[in-house]
């Protein structure tokens, strides 16, 4: 999987349910640029997941507003990032 860069993303006013795995899996999507944009998913509800959580962020930025998740297997929101590299330099974070 390529990771790419957005400069928006919005959800908004949906229904994501009833899927036989997670409702949402979003990995590695990043802001073009680090100018404190947000990228936002609000007023979704997240439902009945069969064998999953509602949504699963991984190695991305996500903001969530006035959503629901609830009935889902596994859970609601599962968030995770990979380790930070050991080999950068100081300055490069």
Do not use: W, Y
């Amino acid at each position: 999987m390529k990771e790419f860069a957005l400069t928006s993303l919005v959800i908004s006013d949906c229904m994501i349910k009833k899927n036989d795995e997670d409702n949402l899996f979003m990995k590695a999507v990043h802001h073009k640029s680090n100018k404190g944009m947000v990228f936002l998913i609000e007023k979704c509800d997240f439902e009945n997941s069969q064998a999953g959580f509602g949504a699963i962020i991984f190695n991305s930025s996500i903001a969530f507003l006035r959503s629901k998740f609830q009935h889902n297997c596994n859970g609601g929101i599962m968030i995770g990032c990979s380790p930070k590299p050991t080999d950068l330099v100081p300055d490069a974070i």
